[in-house]
């Protein structure tokens, strides 16, 4: 029985001595704030994490594992690469590879840590309310209007996004807008500046500028001589943020205050009427694609 006690106790004290501080290398990245939401969600996952400088660049470990196989086991959580190099926290306090990558192993990693770099390219839809500041000048006589002039309506969009830096995109945009009397077709272009990108909810503010077309649906009078057709370029501001769900998609909200200035012109037996949907507030939710 004292034996058995023995060699009991003897593999008790192997095993713990053998027990290592084990660390996965999750990505690496030239800004330690480019981190923050990755610690976050796997914190959200039971994963603990720490960023270390190595001279060059940030990298994040994800630990500490008492076993290489609980290492291996918890990749299958963090990433699809079951292949990931494996470290430990060496005498010196430095985080030393437990072996060796092989070329395979070192580009499956290059993979996992380009996955997690800002995408150039994005495609957006989105779909919001418009509402619209109108106003009527009679002209000359006494004219009625068959109907009072609708200020608010639906709008859906698309647009396409280049980024120019880590900070500065700009968007080609297509917005339909629907009232009960009148359509618009804007096509814009937007330039904006995008604040805290690394973070989960990042705001943006912009400028924009394009042609804007609109169409009577539901004419106002009984017309003799009337515009039923109108150009206008149009310009505004924008703000708005996005709310990342992975690298590829994301949710926006945007609001935009727009400046248009269409003109119809309304001539009847009864006298002249101006009406001139001068500028509107659009508020947007949509999805973006990133690429």
């Known amino acids: 029985m004292k034996n058995i006690i023995i060699t009991f106790y003897v593999l008790l004290l192997t095993t713990v001595l053998n027990a290592q501080n084990i ?23 039971g994963y603990n994490s720490v960023v270390v400088y190595n001279g060059t660049l940030y990298d994040m470990f ?28 060496s005498s010196h306090g430095t985080f030393q590879a437990l072996h060796e990558p092989t070329a395979q192993e070192k580009n499956t990693q290059q993979k ?16 919001g309310m418009t509402k619209m ?15 009072d002039i609708d200020d608010s ?3 859906f969009g698309i647009e396409g ?4 830096n880590d900070a500065i995109f700009t968007t080609l945009n297509y917005h339909y807008q629907s009232l009960s009397d009148v359509n618009l077709n804007n096509i814009y272009m937007t330039l ?26 539901t004419y106002p009078i009984d017309s003799i001589d009337s515009d039923s057709l109108g150009g206008a370029f149009m310009g505004g501001v924008q703000l708005g943020s996005d709310l990342r769900i992975n690298q590829t998609l994301s949710l926006y909200l945007n609001y935009q205050y727009i400046l248009l200035n269409h003109e119809t012109s309304l ?7 101006k009406i001139t949907h001068q500028s509107q507030n659009n508020l947007y939710i949509g999805i973006k694609v990133s690429f």
Request: aromatic share 14%.
């Open 133 to 147: 500041d109108i106003a009527t000048d009679n002209i000359s006589g006494n004219m009625v209007l068959n109907s």
């Open 23 to 45: 660390y996965v290398k999750a990505m690496s990245a030239t800004y330690k704030k480019q981190f923050y939401s990755l610690s976050y969600q796997l914190k959200n996952h």
């Open 161 to 164: 996004g280049l980024y120019l």
């Open 192 to 217: 904006n500046y995008h604040f805290l990108r690394d973070y989960a909810l990042s705001p943006y503010i912009g400028v924009l500028g394009g042609y804007s077309a609109l169409s009577w649906s």
């Open 112 to 127: 996992l840590e380009a996955s997690h770099i800002h995408k150039d390219y994005f495609l957006a839809l989105a779909i």
């Open 267 to 273: 001539v009847n037996d009864t006298g002249e009427k």
């Open 62 to 89: 994800v630990g500490p594992f008492q076993t290489k196989k609980q290492a291996r086991k918890a990749l299958y959580s963090i990433n699809t690469n079951p292949n990931a190099e494996l470290f430990i926290v």
């Open 153 to 155: 309506g639906t709008t």
